[in-house]
DNA sequence: TCTGGGGTCCTAGGACCC
DNA sequence: TCTGGGGTCCTAGGACCC
């Protein structure tokens, strides 16, 4: 029996930061430009550099100061969330024209089932009228990857950057794939790679070899290495479920300080205005969170994350500034910090939670409890030798 | 070099239950 | 009295991605 070969496309926005920023200021286009950092202190990290900062060796995640080394003329494009979020609905409305099975990967890339679209027009003319038209209305340059699964197609469209079409098919996994760089394969990261290089698996091919595969186990699981393989062969999942990130599993907001701050009282301040912030999307979102917690990093770098769990989803903000005031004291020993951070974990949407018959509720257990020895005690006080029977608390 | 902010997924140990 | 194995939840940490 012969498995239907489905057409997946993986569409991602070039320098999407940078592209935004030149829609908005023209005067953008060609310039030694990053997103990212603070223009006057000259501290942070860039998020995305144009594709002129890129050619002198500016990169994301580089410290602005070490950029400005390389570049003194360097612009600064401030951050502009709201632009960005604009241009990506504007990406995905643009994409249901050819497909419904879509799935939001970020905010700027998008993996899209074309087995349809493809019966009428050939996968690379749509590709290309895509990458046009993605150009023409909204200005947002991409590359696009054509394979038959998630993964060969996200590997496809990093081959060719900016504006490129690359089709991988099974049979190019050999030639095109297994010459790549371990590095460069998706999943792998600045841990793993240097690892895998220094036992000299320093391609994908590589990486794919029985022989090699002992050798491999050393670094990383049996599940993990099992799990790549599938991948780099074709052999993983083909299917697109829009659903997937639909609702988020965890919701979380953190900020460096403007300074190494030790103050206790100014620490918790800035706590509480994250959570106010958190718990407002999480209100909005109509969700409902299990495990809240505290992320704090102090002036070496050092993070430590502390989390309690609830016995019930909620969006009870007394209950969760007290469960946030209870970590941050327990946990916060005065030293300084760069950073704070909320998280909500175990997120799920208010709607689905099943009503409790959960007997065994402890607060509510405890609040009974705390009543009955009220209770006692007030009688035994009102009695203090007789034996309390069929008398009643009337409060 | 001196390191942002928002996420997902995996691993692993201990508690607890059956 | 001593014993096995499997499942789930909680917590912490880490790798990775954009």
């Known amino acids: 029996m012969k498995k239907n070969v489905k057409?997946?496309?993986?569409?991602?926005?070039?320098?999407?930061?940078?592209?935004?920023?030149?829609?908005?200021?023209?005067?953008?286009?060609?310039?030694?430009?990053?997103?990212?950092?603070?223009?006057?202190?000259?501290?942070?990290?860039?998020?995305?550099?144009?594709?002129?900062?890129?050619?002198?060796?500016?990169?994301?995640?580089?410290?602005?100061?070490d950029a400005f080394r390389i570049y003194p003329k360097l612009i600064i494009v401030?951050?502009?969330f709201s632009l960005y979020q604009k241009y990506s609905s504007l990406f995905f409305t643009y994409l249901k024209r050819y497909s419904n099975i879509i799935l939001e990967g970020s905010i700027d890339e998008?993996?899209?089932?074309?087995?349809?679209?493809?019966?009428?027009?050939?996968?690379?003319?749509?590709?290309?009228?895509?990458?046009?038209?993605?150009?023409?209305?909204?200005?947002?340059?991409?590359?696009?990857?054509?394979?038959?699964?998630?993964?060969?197609?996200?590997?496809?469209?990093?081959?060719?950057?900016?504006?490129?079409?690359?089709?991988?098919?099974?049979?190019?996994i050999v030639d095109k794939l297994f010459p790549l760089p371990i590095r460069d394969c998706y999943g792998i990261g600045k841990k793993t790679y240097p690892r895998l290089?220094?036992?000299?698996?320093?391609?994908?091919?590589?990486?794919?070899?029985?022989?090699?595969?002992?050798?491999?186990?050393s670094i990383m699981s049996e599940p993990s290495y099992?799990?790549?393989?599938?991948?780099?062969?074709?052999?993983?999942?083909?299917?697109?479920?829009?659903?997937?990130?639909?609702?988020?599993?965890?919701?979380?907001n953190e900020t460096t300080l403007n300074y190494n701050m030790d103050s206790s009282e100014a620490i918790f301040k800035i706590i509480t205005?994250?959570?106010?912030?958190?718990?407002?999307?999480?209100?909005?979102?109509?969700?409902?969170?299990?495990?809240?917690?505290?992320?704090?990093?102090?002036?070496?770098?050092?993070?430590?994350?502390?989390?309690?769990?609830?016995?019930?989803?909620?969006?009870?903000?007394e209950q969760i500034l007290d469960a946030i005031e209870n970590l941050f004291e327990e946990n916060y020993k005065g030293e300084p910090l760069r950073l704070v951070g909320v998280f909500f974990n175990s997120v799920v949407q208010k709607k689905d939670l099943k009503i409790d018959y959960n007997l065994f509720n402890y607060q509510e257990l405890t609040r009974r409890e705390e009543n009955i020895y009220k209770v006692i005690s007030s009688i035994n006080e009102k009695?203090?030798?007789?034996?309390a029977k069929g008398t009643k608390k009337t409060s």
């Open 226 to 252: 099992h799990s790549y393989i599938e991948h780099i062969m074709g052999r993983s999942s083909d299917t697109i479920d829009p659903k997937k990130y639909a609702i988020p599993k965890s919701i979380s």
């Open 197 to 217: 290089e220094s036992i000299g698996i320093d391609t994908i091919g590589a990486f794919t070899k029985p022989e090699n595969k002992e050798k491999i186990l």
């Open 273 to 317: 205005e994250l959570l106010e912030y958190t718990h407002e999307r999480l209100t909005k979102e109509e969700l409902v969170t299990k495990t809240v917690g505290i992320r704090l990093r102090d002036a070496s770098f050092e993070t430590t994350n502390r989390s309690v769990s609830f016995i019930n989803h909620t969006d009870d903000y």
């Open 110 to 172: 998008a993996y899209v089932d074309m087995t349809e679209a493809a019966i009428k027009k050939h996968p690379l003319d749509i590709a290309k009228e895509i990458q046009e038209g993605l150009m023409k209305e909204h200005g947002l340059p991409c590359s696009i990857g054509i394979a038959s699964t998630l993964f060969l197609a996200k590997m496809a469209s990093d081959m060719q950057k900016p504006l490129g079409i690359t089709v991988l098919r099974k049979s190019d």
């Open 7 to 65: 057409i997946i496309f993986h569409i991602d926005l070039n320098a999407f930061f940078a592209s935004c920023a030149i829609i908005k200021e023209p005067y953008l286009k060609d310039k030694v430009f990053v997103v990212g950092g603070n223009a006057t202190t000259r501290r942070g990290v860039i998020s995305t550099a144009s594709y002129p900062a890129r050619k002198l060796g500016i990169h994301s995640a580089m410290n602005i100061n």
């Open 78 to 80: 401030p951050i502009q």
């Open 383 to 387: 009695y203090p030798k007789s034996i």
